[in-house]
């Protein structure tokens, strides 16, 4: 083998590789991860830590599967339920004011 055929081929070899590399490794991840699309505004850092805690207490069940743990992740969830669903009703009411 020359040495051309030996630089066509490795050529090939790396653009091949290259393109594959591209395709299916993830990029990294922007800086805002945490922020999910579908969330209109940005949330409180209350909230945020809330939804922490709610994550790390389900975290906790699946590790043990304590009952009490279990019902404080309920509590927890169906109060950041609660603060979600107050913050789309304001700002229903505050389009449906400008209207």
């Known amino acids: 083998m020359t040495h051309e055929a030996y630089c066509a081929i490795s050529l090939r070899l790396l653009s091949f590789s290259t393109l ?3 395709q299916f490794v993830p990029k990294q991840k922007k ?3 945490f922020k999910k699309d579908r ?3 940005p949330l409180s850092p209350s909230l945020r ?3 922490a805690r709610k994550n ?3 975290t906790r069940y699946i590790e043990t599967r304590d009952h ?3 019902k404080k992740y309920k509590s927890i969830r169906n109060k950041v339920r609660n603060e979600t669903r107050k ?3 304001e700002e229903q009411r ?3 004011s400008h209207c």
């Open 20 to 22: 594959r590399i591209l």
């Open 31 to 33: 800086i805002n991860a």
């Open 39 to 41: 969330w209109a505004r």
């Open 49 to 51: 830590e809330i939804i």
């Open 56 to 58: 790390r207490l389900w």
């Open 68 to 70: 009490t743990i279990h």
């Open 87 to 89: 913050l789309q009703m």
């Open 94 to 96: 505050l389009v449906a």
